[in-house]
């Protein structure tokens, strides 16, 4: 989900439906320890952005700045 996944920083997005991409993509990932390390580090961080509290947390802020301007 591009939306959400950042190529090549917090994982590797690949065409859909294009399994030669998804098999080259398994297979340099699988190949380098230091590049699954990384993206595994920063996708993992990137994630808690998505997490139930931190959309809870902007809900909540949302709500309180629209109390303020009624």
């Known amino acids: ?37 990384k993206m595994g580090r920063s996708g993992a961080e990137r994630a808690r952005k998505f997490s139930l509290e931190s959309y809870r947390n902007k809900i909540i802020c949302a709500f309180d700045e629209a109390i303020k301007t009624v």
């Open 1 to 37: 989900v591009p939306e959400i996944v950042r190529d090549g920083k917090d994982g590797i997005l690949v065409p859909p439906g294009n399994s030669s991409e998804l098999a080259r993509a398994l297979k340099n990932l699988i190949e380098d320890e230091a590049i699954r390390i």
